[in-house]
């Protein structure tokens, strides 16, 4: 059983490089942001809470974050490992998770800020289906239109300039610091997240000493 901590800033591309390792291992994907994202678009009572927070912005409270991590990982449904993506986000959670999991590799996934800026405002959501696209690699095949469902596209509420740059600070002041905790353990292997995706792959498999990535096809 593997069990992986993926970390980097927005738009490092935590949730493609997880999606590629869970898929060829068989481990379970828990996507913090997503679960979050799940309950905006559903319109749940925590949906509205985490919609105002988003607004702003700011990062989710410590206590509803490590909640809905741990309900989610008392399913039990990760048999062969789990790679979570979005937490922990500072010291608090890190020391949660570290005494109640033993973590076998800490990913970090290293972007500058001006290309994190780059990616992020350009980025796009479909609001009916929720597909994800990116105005600079995973472009739509009608302008402004989802391929899947056809509905307009548009720009995710957090992904303003302004939010964007409150995450930014808040990236450096907080997250950071978990890198230091886990690098005590000696577990944390720093990755560039430049590349294109598969290159990316390529260097998360050797540093964690697995089998190299293949591309479908």
């Known amino acids: 059983m593997r069990k992986y901590v993926i970390m980097g800033v927005q738009g490092s591309g935590k949730g493609t490089q997880s999606e590629l390792l869970a898929e060829d291992l068989g481990l379970v994907h828990i996507s913090v942001g997503d679960i979050f994202r799940w309950h905006v ?3 749940t009572k925590l949906g509205a809470q985490v919609r105002r927070t988003m607004k702003t912005g700011d990062l989710v409270s410590d206590e509803l974050v490590e909640s809905v991590v741990r309900q989610r990982l008392d ?10 993506d979005g937490f922990p ?8 998770f570290m005494e109640s999991y033993d973590i076998d590799g800490v990913i970090h996934l ?7 800026r780059r990616r992020v405002l350009s980025r ?8 994800d696209y990116n105005l600079i690699a995973d472009r739509p095949k009608q302008e402004g239109r989802c391929d899947i469902c056809g509905t307009t596209l548009v720009v995710r509420e957090d992904d303003t300039p302004e939010a964007l ?6 990236y450096h ?12 353990k000696e577990v944390v292997h720093d990755v560039d997240a430049r590349p294109a995706a598969a290159d990316v792959q390529q260097q998360i498999r050797k540093v964690l000493d697995l089998p190299p990535y293949r591309p479908a096809g």
């Open 165 to 170: 740059a409150a995450r930014l600070r808040d």
């Open 173 to 184: 002041e907080k997250t950071r610091p978990v890198l230091e905790l886990f690098r005590r």
């Open 110 to 116: 290293e972007l500058p800020d001006e290309e994190v």
């Open 124 to 131: 796009r959501l479909c609001p009916g289906c929720g597909m």
């Open 89 to 96: 986000r500072n010291g608090r959670q890190a020391e949660f």
């Open 75 to 84: 399913q039990h449904d990760w048999n062969f490992g789990f790679i979570i």
């Open 41 to 43: 678009q559903n319109h």
